[in-house]
């Protein structure tokens, strides 16, 4: 069995020991195995620092764009291979393989423009200068620069491709050396990356480390100078917050956790609209996409009262058409679980939601699966269930189930009500408002944002552009307050922000301008209390 390897200190790297298996979800054969036993993680972290920092700090932004580019090509030259490994061990049916993968390739594109565009400069100016004196002769201006330490990655096992690679763009644009350690069970395609982008994109020494499997004392050899960006679930993004290093130290971390993010139909929108389709195909997208084991996709459903045996009718006759199984089968669309242990824990999350609310379709019971070896794989039908008391169902606003389930709940049609529903997730990733009422999409839009990262407002005039609440472009930031974690990524240039100190620079204006090479403006000061 093929055993893989971390890249730590400019080297490929087995560990020892007894190893993790990972398998194929659809059919349980094991892939390959992996060990993170005995790598000096100490001298991992000590070598990003002095020797992948200072060469990325070195580089401009557009020669720093320069390697992501040629990270992106790479990945892009060896998508078909990618995408075959996301199918094997990410149990991804090859749409979801390419949501992936595309993804990665795309998002280092993405920061690779952003470099060039930001050209032969080596630090940010963070908005205009300020006037500080009496004259402009004393000026202020803010400026970002690269924090001087190893940014530590901790992602999720549902995007092992997308996961590594925005938060590097982010990190190596913005000049820090990173250390990335995908989920040990979907770890292969992060391997194959990373295999990738060592063979044909290699970055400076030390610039990007991989570590294949358990994160062992990592964390406990980082100080004050260091980033940790962690995506996973609240209980592990709370339990390296108390970590008592990065307590101490004061090390900056981002959290980027569970969500219940949640879908609005306006009462203004009749089923048969646009709008209305777009809702339809939004909820069933994110239902079935990856089984439904995205961050981003919506868990709970509000619709007016006055169409919810219409909504639930046509939900349950689109997911009537799901095709559960292999997905190296050909037809099938929805793909197994990752893990067993992700098996146990949805089909105990519909358990807990069908106490307070009926099953529509789906459910724990036996159906049908293509293409998968009898008792074998990791699979759940699409299940939507109804809630016909939405201020009660604690459970179906408060349990993200990590899989192809969704709730389903009325609403009495007010903004108000819908927003106070919203707001029962406690800090969400994203939710969407379809509507094409102005008023009642603003009322929901000022109510709901507070609580969200992201907001989608679909209506008829973006109905054929929007790829829906599920995915994140990197554009606009990804992030969300409370049980979301807190944290923010990506957002253009808001992305480099966690990897950079914000220093506030007081002096002459010419001298500040000559040194940074900026050139803003001077504003009044403001009146001194
Ligand atoms: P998880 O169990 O929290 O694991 C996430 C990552 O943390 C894995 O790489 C895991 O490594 C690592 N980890 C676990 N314990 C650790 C520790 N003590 N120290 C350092 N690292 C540790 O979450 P998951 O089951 O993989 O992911 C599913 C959850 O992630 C869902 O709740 C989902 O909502 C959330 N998620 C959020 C986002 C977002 O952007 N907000 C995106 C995707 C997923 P091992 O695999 O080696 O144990």
Redo the contacts with the bound molecule.
Sequence with gaps: MERLESYVAGEWTPGRGPAHVLVNPATEEPLAETSTEGIDLAAAVAFARTEGGPSLRALTFAERGELLRAMSRAAHAQRDALLEVAVRNGGNTRGDAKFDVDGAIGTLAYYADLGAQLGDARLLADGDGVQLGRSPRFFGQHVLVPRPGVAVH??????PAWGLAEKAACALLAGMPVIT?????TALVAFRLMRIFTERAPLPRGALSFLA???GDL?SHLGGEDVVA???????GA??RLLPNLARESVRINV????LNGAVLGPDVAPGSETYAMFLRDVVRDMTQKAGQK?TAIRRIFVPAAVLATVQGDLVERLRDARVGDPAQDGVTVGPLTTAEQLRGVRAGIERIAACATVAIGGTGPFEKIGAPEGKGYFVPPTLLVAADPDGAPAAHEH?V?GPVATLFPYDAGAGHAVALLRRGRGS?VCSVYSDDRGFAAEVLLGAAPYHGRVLLGSERIADQAPGPGTVLPQTI??GPGR??GGEELGGLRGLHLYAQRTAVQGSRPILEAILGTRAEPRPAAAKP
């Design positions: 901790i992602n999720a096992f549902n995007f350690k995908p989920a040990t069970s499997g358990p994160p964390l962690f995506t996973g679930s609240s209980a592990t339990t390296l980027e956790a569970d969500s961050c993200e990590f990733l990804h992030g979301a974690g």
